[in-house]
């Protein structure tokens, strides 16, 4: 059971350039996240889907796009690589919305610098 | 609209002794809330939750919180901390199952 699985872990990339940081669960969950993590900032929202076929906008969306064609998977695609969106990504899932099932397991991350 | 504030950015304090990391959350609704830990390098980790029942709850590594609703508040406590405690603590509230909303952290340092 590998739970949230997210690659590539670290990625360089030009300013300008695209690149899609992918996201997979294996635990059946119904809804999935995807954070950025910068320093002293906590963790804001980006984009999240709480099925296949329906996502929707987070607190930071702008400058990503992303898409949920099947229930395990949740790319994460940044057009147009800025500085500002170096940062540490996390995707994560969760069951559902009630009591036990409403609780995130989160993948190990994605380093991304923007140059 | 919810919020988190954890009071303390950094929080040094030596091995064996007692650590209480503070939470204080607002909400107009009733929340479900959490702590995680972030280990260096790694992703986030659920440590305990507060769901609903007893105020006080347990978590993995011998921590525990309590929930208090008149304070709004949910601290996070262990009493002899170690070594391998050191790492980011985040606290979260989730609005019974929409979308979680995290705190900025406090980071935990034991020292020798």
Same mark, same amino acid.
């Given at each position: ?10 990625? $360089?990339?030009?300013?300008?350039? @695209? ?34 076929? $329906? ?28 500085? @500002? ?12 919305? $009630? @009591? ?9 991350? @994605? ?5 | ?5 954890? !009071?303390?950015?950094? #929080?040094?304090?030596? *091995? *064996?002794?007692? #650590? ?12 479900? !809330? ?9 992703? !986030?980790?659920?440590? !305990? ?16 919180? *309590? ?20 790492? *980011? ?20 340092? #034991?020292?020798?």
């Amino acid at each position: 059971n590998a739970g949230v699985t997210q690659t590539p872990k670290f990625r $360089i990339l030009k300013i300008g350039q @695209s690149m899609t940081l992918q996201c997979a669960q294996d635990m059946n969950h119904n809804y999935m996240y995807w954070y950025r993590q910068d320093p002293g900032m906590g963790l804001k929202l980006i984009y999240y889907s709480v099925g296949a076929g $329906i996502t929707d906008k987070g607190e930071v969306p702008n400058g990503y796009n992303v898409s949920r064609s099947t229930t395990e998977d949740f790319p994460l695609r940044l057009e147009l690589a800025a500085p @500002s969106q170096t940062s540490v990504y996390f995707c994560a899932s969760k069951l559902g919305q $009630i @009591s036990g099932a409403n609780v995130l397991t989160f993948g190990a991350g @994605s380093r991304l610098t923007v140059l | 609209a919810q919020s988190v504030t954890q !009071l303390d950015s950094q #929080v040094p304090v030596f *091995e *064996e002794a007692p #650590v209480e990391l503070r939470c204080n959350y607002s909400s107009s609704v009733s929340v479900y !809330l959490f702590w995680y830990v972030q280990y260096p390098n790694q992703g !986030l980790q659920l440590l !305990l939750k507060y769901l609903s029942g007893s105020t006080l709850v347990k978590g993995i590594n011998g921590f525990e919180a *309590e929930f208090n609703k008149s304070q709004t508040s949910f601290h996070l406590r262990k009493p002899s901390v170690h070594i391998s405690d050191t790492a *980011e603590y985040f606290c979260a509230v989730s609005p019974y199952g929409q979308n979680f909303v995290f705190g900025p952290g406090t980071r935990l340092s #034991v020292l020798p």
